[in-house]
């Protein structure tokens, strides 16, 4: 809450800031532990998939793409190996993202913004980039020397920068390059590519990557995740008191002081922190933070200032964990003396998690039991009904039978009406009657004009419903739609 | 001019100089890249000037150097899309007639095409999804006029009825009451006999005897013996179900006394040959036969 304050009475530190202020670059030390082995790890998996994911090859028969993952828009076809989406069904989408929402609203409630810290791609790059930039120009102190060195540029360090930026250049570029391969087949395209007889949109979009990855990985970096991504801001509301936290242990004592110093007054029994004040966890922290100011919305819990630190406590010799994933609850319960609980089964887990199983069983099901063999009605419109030269009466609609599987059917077509319904389909001659035969080819639709007629002495009521059935006659899968007969 | 000259104490910024009631401005100014950025747009625009048409002169424009004008690039897009199109409607244009409805992919791009057509050309006659009204004829039932395979649709299209095309359709119906060929009470007992052909209810006290003995006289020469028409003529067919003028009284005894001379224009030279084809098959698909 804000207090009313008077304006007479304003101080400086009542001031809230200036509304801009410039970037304090920051320049994160490398630091080795369990965190930064997962962090490489994830890495190493999440751009591997990435990068080669298009390239893995997926059997569906002749004609068909081979691809396993692709998104082939001229066709409007969704392929993700043995799934096959048509533009239809693009609700599949909507249930992989609410999976994909309540997933991040689980991992929130159990581990915090451990997404962030670990599988965002802005960090994924960006710790791809500053390992470049580390391998060139050094670590934290020769990078912050180099930046801050008014000598005129000297030979080698034009290679150097020339150097790094070409790296990160190459790299955007291979990320532009990965994308476009998602929607077409990745050899041609890469053969394309490089003979430059690709689509111009594959370029343009190669083009505008390289500029986003390039841009946000190599210049933004932490900017965007504490002014662009909205997730920090989100994410408040669903962390609660028993989500884990990047946290450090205040419990494990104040004040904080040199290892020298501490261990004269612990000597004296005195009151004395673990905390050597060493700015070790700072300066290895990408957004440049120190967590020992409690948790702050810069934090993506990447965990690395918590590898930095155990290596301090296991020089000093003092327990590990000063800073940990933690909780508030247990803090203060080591404060009271009690063992730290942890509790990740909660009602609010419970419920994400039977949310992402209802939702992912729904998909799932209707995956496996989804037709192959579909049919769409529409009744004319202009005219609804038609009077014959002998009386009997012919409604016409337009019928869209959509063939999904993998080879060309013969499919039969009839109508269940009030009398004795004739169905005829223009342009083809029916061999039996009233139960014309078409072939829909693979993997396509066909619009076809039905005529429906009923004869004069059936005398049909003003509207009833009539169910149209398309049978695959060699492998009798049915589909149906239900229309109208309409009388003049 | 401004003077940047006071300092706020509060923030130690200058000031704009500007004052509104006591509220003053501080010197803020842009970032220099948005600066940048603004100058860059500048310069861009001037060679925008240059480069594409842009200044109007008192009589025409400056023309730029390249030469570009709107109306040239869409004369190109259009003879692009001709040409895309151009390859398919050569197919159509190549099929004979009788075998475009075997074809799915010709007949969908004849229906697609014809529905086109028929929309921008038809439609005001015959109504959007050729329904017809009255004195226009219904294209989606059995019953024409002109006969409805696929070779006398494309017929009527190509040439009309009654259009002063030389192969036109041609005969009407005659006016027997203006032209005073029958008198008033006849009238009325032959339209009553017509209505009886298709098994409509009469007029109490109507002699059928002599309603026969008019129509032979008068009627058969073109509706046939027992009215059942003649496509040769457009003479419909009086014993169906289908009237394109009503089959009350009263329409019956206009019918007669005024005659009927619907037009169907001849669209032959207005269309070219392969649009004139897909129209035929989209209005035979509509339901046609006979
Ligand atoms: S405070 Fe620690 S966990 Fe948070 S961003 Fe910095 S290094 Fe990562
Ligand atoms: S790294 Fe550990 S010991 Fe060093 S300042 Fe941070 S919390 Fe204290």
Request: some cysteine; overall charge neutral; proline content about 5%.
């Amino acid at each position: 809450m804000n207090k009313t304050v008077n304006p007479k009475d304003l101080t400086s530190e009542d001031d809230y800031g200036p509304l801009y202020a410039a970037r304090k670059k920051v320049y994160p030390q490398s630091v080795s532990g369990t965190f930064r082995r997962i962090k490489w790890g994830l890495m190493a998996f999440c751009l591997g998939v990435y990068y080669f994911l298009p390239f893995v090859r997926w059997n569906r028969g002749v004609g068909a793409p081979s691809q396993a993952v692709l998104i082939d828009l001229p066709n409007s076809r969704f392929y993700f190996f043995f799934i096959e989406l048509w533009p239809q069904e693009v609700y599949y989408f909507t249930g992989l993202l609410i999976v994909a929402a309540v997933a991040l609203f689980l991992i929130n409630s159990i581990g915090g913004r451990i997404w962030c810290g670990y599988l965002c791609q802005q960090t994924v790059w960006t710790d791809l980039f500053y390992a470049v930039e580390r391998l060139i120009e050094g670590d934290r102190r020769e990078r912050m020397k180099k930046d801050a060195s008014s000598d005129p540029m000297k030979l080698e360090r034009i290679s150097e920068i020339v150097l790094k930026h070409s790296i990160w250049l190459l790299i955007a570029w291979w990320t532009g390059g990965a994308w476009v391969l998602y929607f077409n087949d990745a050899p041609t395209l890469v053969k394309e590519l490089v003979t430059f007889q690709g689509p111009m949109i594959a370029y343009v979009w190669i083009g505008i990557l390289t500029a986003t990855t390039y841009l946000l990985a190599g210049y933004m970096r932490e900017q965007v995740c504490t002014y662009m991504c909205p997730w920090p801001r989100i994410q408040a509301a669903l962390t609660d008191e028993w989500a884990l936290n990047v946290t450090y242990r205040y419990d494990r004592g104040e004040k904080r002081t040199s290892v020298k110093k501490a261990a004269e007054l612990r000597a004296l029994g005195q009151q004395v922190g673990d905390c050597v004040d060493c700015y070790q966890c700072v300066a290895v922290c990408p957004t440049g933070i120190d967590i020992r100011n409690g948790p702050q919305m810069e934090c993506i819990q990447c965990g690395l200032c918590i590898d930095a630190c155990d290596n301090v406590m296991a020089k000093i010799g003092r327990p590990k964990r000063l800073i940990g994933y933690d909780n508030d609850i247990n803090i203060h319960r080591r404060q009271e003396g009690k063992a730290p609980v942890y509790r990740i089964v909660r009602p609010r887990t419970i419920v994400y998690s039977a949310i992402i199983a209802a939702v992912g069983g729904i998909m799932i099901y209707t995956l496996a039991t989804r037709s192959l063999l579909d049919v769409n009605v529409l009744h004319d419109r202009n005219p609804v009904a038609v009077k014959l030269s002998d009386g009997s009466i012919r409604n016409a609609y337009t019928v869209r039978l959509l063939n999904k599987s993998g080879y060309d059917r013969v499919i039969a077509i009839d109508a269940d009406g009030p009398a004795n319904l004739t169905v005829h389909v223009v342009g083809v001659d029916s061999v039996t009657p009233d139960r014309p035969m078409v072939v829909i080819p693979r993997d396509s639709t066909s619009e076809l004009r039905l005529l429906v007629t009923a004869p004069a002495e059936s005398n049909p009521e003003k509207s009833v419903p009539v169910r149209f059935h398309v049978t695959d006659v060699g492998l009798g899968e049915v589909a149906s739609a239900t229309d109208n007969f309409v009388a003049p | 001019m401004t003077d940047h000259s006071e300092v706020d104490t509060v923030t130690g910024k200058s000031t704009t100089g500007h004052e509104w009631d006591g509220i003053k401005e501080l010197n803020t100014p842009l970032p220099r890249w948005w600066v940048i950025s603004f100058y860059l747009t500048i310069i861009w625009s001037i060679g925008y000037w240059i480069v594409y048409p842009a200044w109007p002169l008192i009589s025409s424009h400056t023309t730029g150097l390249l030469g570009y004008s709107t109306r040239a690039s869409l004369a190109v897009e259009l003879a692009n899309l001709e040409a895309l199109r151009g390859e398919k409607m050569a197919a159509l244009a190549a099929a004979p007639l009788a075998d475009i409805e075997k074809d799915p992919a010709l007949l969908a791009l004849a229906r697609a095409k014809g529905r086109t057509v028929f929309g921008d050309n038809c439609a005001p006659c015959h109504g959007s999804g050729g329904a017809g009204a009255k004195g226009y004829p219904n294209l989606n039932d059995d019953d024409w006029l002109w006969g409805g395979t696929l070779d006398q649709i494309m017929q009527t299209i190509q040439f009309g009825a009654r259009s002063g095309h030389a192969k036109t359709h041609e005969g009407q119906m005659l006016a027997f009451g203006k032209d005073g060929v029958l008198k008033a009470d006849e009238i009325v007992t032959v339209a009553n006999y017509v209505r009886s052909l298709s098994g409509l209810p009469t007029r109490k006290g109507f002699d059928a005897a002599k309603g026969e003995k008019i129509f032979t006289e008068n009627c058969v020469a073109c509706h046939g013996d027992g009215g059942k028409g003649n496509q040769e003529l457009g003479a419909p067919d009086l014993t169906d179900k289908i009237w394109l003028y009503g089959s009350d009284e009263a329409a019956l005894i206009e019918t007669i006394s005024q005659g009927r001379a619907g037009v169907m224009p001849a669209w032959e030279g207005r269309l070219d040959p392969a649009t004139i084809k897909a129209m035929a098959v989209y209005v035979h698909s509509l339901g046609g036969g006979k």
